[in-house]
């Protein structure tokens, strides 16, 4: 029913910025929450930040809170993740997900997930 795909991720160096992209398809992609996770080499997946489906509440996990921005463009079904003042604790898969609900939203109850981009960080 929804479909999700990333994009804009890179090899940066810190300090470094980045705008990751998900692109949505379906007809009820609008009415979803949105979420990104994030999967480092070795390390379990983390929550990194999520968006309601009106685009008027936000959270973000504790590494990323007042570095990363969540925002949403429903008219163009994307999401996007703005990435400002990378670190190389920052390197790893970022995946973009779908969930019903933001206040259960969890590896465990997302509905859709996109294959996942790669940031790397270089000191």
């Known amino acids: 029913q929804v479909q999700l795909v990333e994009s804009g991720g890179g090899l940066v160096q810190t300090g470094a910025s980045l705008r990751l992209s998900c692109a949505a398809s379906g007809r009820a992609a609008s009415r979803y929450a949105m979420g990104w996770f994030r999967q480092a080499p070795g390390k379990e997946r983390e929550f990194v930040a999520a968006?309601?489906?009106?685009?008027?509440?936000?959270y973000y996990g504790g590494t990323v809170k007042g570095r990363f921005t969540i925002s949403r463009d429903n008219a163009k079904n994307t999401v996007y993740l703005q990435m400002n003042s990378l670190k190389p604790e920052d390197t790893a898969v970022y995946y973009c997900a779908a969930d019903q609900r933001i206040a259960t939203m969890t590896l465990n109850t997302c509905d859709y997930w996109g294959p996942g981009t790669q940031v790397t960080v270089s000191s």
């Open positions: 968006i309601n489906w009106g685009g008027g509440v936000t």
